[in-house]
């Protein structure tokens, strides 16, 4: 299980941008983080066509299936949808890793049991400016 964001463990950051310039202000090898919309399109192509890892969140499954189909690296979902998003996941073999947001580690073992590959922590979310 991934965890990003623990005290206790280092991990990598995720870097949330407002646009493409903003990935300038990340450091290399970085994994940019955006809510799904349509507004965001255009950086997630970009992330894609660079190859620079990318971190998408969803609200539903729609937007799950598309994150997936953008090349997402991981999709983080809330709590509620964790148990059909693995599902889905594991069903049509994503490539992406399904990670869930939380607030306290007493959620960690709930989430493993579900099966769901990792979890994230707000901490390891930086927003970046332009």
Do not use: W
């Amino acid at each position: 299980m991934f965890i990003f964001g623990h005290r206790f463990i280092d991990s990598v950051n995720f870097y949330h941008t407002q646009n493409i310039d903003a990935i300038d202000n990340t450091p290399s090898n970085s994994t940019i983080y955006l809510d799904f919309s349509e507004d965001n399109l255009e950086i997630i192509n970009y992330c894609k066509a660079n190859e620079i890892s990318l971190a998408v969140g969803v609200e539903d499954i729609r937007e799950l299936i598309y994150a997936s189909s953008l090349g997402a690296s991981f999709i983080l979902v809330q709590k509620e949808l964790a148990s059909t998003a693995t599902r889905i996941a594991n069903n049509y073999l994503f490539d992406a890793k399904i990670l869930v947001h939380i607030e306290d580690e007493d959620e960690i073992e709930e989430l493993a049991i579900l099966g769901v590959d990792g979890v994230i922590f707000s901490t390891a979310i930086i927003k970046t400016n332009s």
